[in-house]
C-alpha cells in the first residue's frame, strides 16, 4: 500500500527502505531537501513541501509522523491536519507522551481523521531485524494498516514459540500489537523505556563491580583482574541474563575496554520520566524504575564507568551521541 513519511532521520529513513524493500510505495518529506533526495534515489517519492506531500497521497491518505517527540510532533500534527480530510490518518510513531494522543485523538475526531499513536523500538538496528511495534488507535485503522505494520515488524524470525500463547491468534509473535484505543500504543511504550532504564542500569553498574575488583583497597587475595568484554562475550552464551542490551555491551567493550569514547553523561529522553508518573497516579511502587532515571540525572554531574557503559549502550541500540550540559 502507499504511506506518507515525515521526517527522514536515523529511523524515519530506515522504516521507508524497509517498506520499500516490502513492495510499498513511500512519499517522503523532510525539511532537509538532502534527505528526501537521498530516499528518491532508493525508490521513494520526494515532495518539498507539506502541501505537494499532501497531494502526492492517494485518498485515504495514511501519513506517519517521524520527527522529534514535543513541539516539532505537535505542530506537524497540526499542519498536517489543515490539509487532509475526512478518512485520512494520522500516525505518530515517535515517542509522544500518551496523554497528547489522547488529546490529538480527541480534536482530531471532529474532522473525522483517524489518529494512530504506534510505539516503535528497534533503533538503528530496525532495517535489517525490523521494528517492534505498540499500536493505540480505533481497531478499523489498525486494520486498515496492517500491511504496513505486518512489513516494519521483525516477524516470527527464529525465536521459539511461547508455550501457551502459541494458539491465541494475535499478532504479538509477529512483532507488532494492537494494544487499544489512542495512547495505549505509547504508554505500553513508555513503560518499555522505563524497563529500558532499569535493564541498562543492572548491567552498568555490575560491570562498574567486576571492574573494581582490582581495587588496591581490597585484600591481595581478593582481588581479580576480570577482563570485561570477555565476562559479556560468556554471559551472551546460555546465561539468564543474556539480552540484547548484553550483545550491544559486549559489543562496546570489545571495541574499547576503557570506554575512553565516552564521558558518561547519560540523557533521558522522556519516557523514564513519564513512567515514573504513571507509577504515581497508579500508586504502584518502582523502586528500580525510579533509581535508574536518577541515575541518568546524577551522570550529569559526576562520570562513572557505570554510566559510560549506559551511554555505550544507548550509542550502540539507537545512535544516540552524548551531548554536554547545556548542549
Known amino acids: 500500500m502507499q504511506l506518507g513519511m515525515i521526517g527522514l532521520g536515523r529511523m524515519g529513513a530506515n522504516m521507508v527502505r524497509r517498506l520499500l524493500r516490502g513492495g510499498h510505495e513511500c512519499v517522503v518529506f523532510d525539511v532537509s531537501a538532502d534527505s528526501v533526495r537521498q530516499l528518491a ?14 497531494r502526492a497521497l492517494a485518498k485515504p491518505r495514511a501519513a506517519w509522523v517521524m520527527v522529534p517527540a514535543g513541539e516539532a510532533t505537535e505542530q506537524t500534527i497540526i499542519a498536517l491536519s489543515q490539509q487532509m480530510e475526512a478518512g485520512d490518518i494520522i500516525i505518530d510513531g515517535g515517542n509522544s507522551y500518551f496523554k497528547d494522543d489522547v488529546r490529538r485523538a480527541k480534536a482530531l475526531k ?24 505498540m499500536i493505540g488507535s480505533t481497531a478499523s485503522a489498525v486494520e486498515h494498516l496492517k500491511p504496513i505494520f505486518k512489513s516494519l515488524a521483525p516477524g516470527r524470525g527464529s525465536i521459539p514459540r511461547t508455550p501457551g500463547h502459541d494458539k491465541s491468534g494475535d499478532t504479538a509473535e509477529d512483532g507488532y500489537l494492537y494494544c487499544g484505543p489512542a495512547g495505549a500504543g505509547h504508554f ?17 553498574e555490575g560491570f562498574d563491580i567486576l ?11 581478593c582481588r581479580y583482574d576480570f577482563n570485561l568484554a570477555d565476562v559479556a562475550e560468556v554471559w551472551r552464551r546460555g546465561s539468564v541474563v543474556s539480552s540484547w542490551l548484553l550483545d550491544l555491551t559486549a ?7 576503557t570506554l575512553s569514547d565516552y564521558t558518561g553523561f547519560v540523557q533521558d529522553s522522556g519516557e ?14 518502582a523502586d528500580v524504575l525510579s533509581a535508574s532515571l536518577y541515575a541518568r540525572f546524577r551522570s550529569r554531574q559526576t562520570h562513572t564507568f557505570a554510566e559510560k557503559l549506559l551511554s555505550a549502550m544507548r550509542q550502540k541500540f539507537g545512535g544516540h551521541t552524548e551531548r554536554s550540559v547545556g548542549g
Not at 188 to 204: D, F, S, T
Not at 251 to 257: F, Q, S, T
Not at 272 to 285: H, K, L, Q, Y
Open 272 to 285: 523514564g520520566r513519564w513512567t515514573i508518573m504513571a507509577a504515581i497516579e497508579e500508586a504502584v511502587p
Open 211 to 221: 571492574r573494581h575488583a582490582a581495587s588496591q583497597d581490597l585484600p591481595e587475595e
Open 110 to 133: 471532529t474532522q473525522e481523521i483517524q489518529y494512530v499513536d504506534v510505539g516503535t523500538s528497534g533503533g538503528v538496528w530496525g532495517l535489517e531485524h525490523g521494528y517492534c511495534l
Open 251 to 257: 559489543m562496546a567493550l570489545a571495541e574499547d575496554p
Open 41 to 54: 534515489g532508493e525508490g521513494a517519492t520526494a515532495t518539498f513541501s507539506l502541501d505537494e506531500f499532501v
Open 188 to 204: 505500553v511504550k513508555m513503560i518499555h523505556n522505563g524497563i529500558e532504564y532499569g535493564l541498562m542500569q543492572a548491567y552498568a
